[in-house]
């Protein structure tokens, strides 16, 4: 069992920035991908970035040039710098962690930090 624990959500007016941080830990295998989704109120959950075990990076466009993912893999850890942000920004925010066993991959959720950017 992999444990999700997230942190840095909050409040924050238009343009400003917050980081958000998610830590693994318990029966971890091998962390493959790290990643984070959101879902704002009345919208399915959708996906925001991505980090692979090697690094690559990639982002939905909605942020592109906005949000930078990282990863500590020492720490377990990912990170998502959030700059310049929108109203439209605002949701909960959710990490996934993608663990990799030899009977195959799981899907670890966390359990959610709430971003709200005021106009």
């Known amino acids: 069992q992999v444990q999700l624990v997230e942190s840095g959500g909050g409040l924050v007016q238009a343009g400003g920035s917050l980081r958000l941080s998610c830590a693994a830990s318990?029966?971890?295998?091998?962390?493959?991908?790290m990643g984070w989704y959101r879902q704002a109120p009345g919208k399915q959950r959708e996906w925001v970035a991505r980090?692979?075990?090697?690094?690559?990076?990639a982002y939905a466009d909605s942020v592109k040039g906005r949000f930078t993912i990282s990863r500590d893999n020492a720490k377990n850890t990912v990170y998502l710098q959030m700059n310049s942000l929108k109203p439209e920004d605002t949701a909960v925010y959710y990490c996934?962690?993608?663990?990799?066993?030899?009977?195959?991959?799981?899907?670890?959720w966390g359990q959610g930090t709430q971003v709200t950017v005021s106009s």
């Open positions: 980090i692979t075990s090697g690094s690559i990076t």
């Open positions: 996934n962690v993608i663990d990799r066993r030899p009977s195959g991959s799981y899907d670890n």
């Open positions: 318990g029966r971890i295998f091998s962390i493959n991908a």
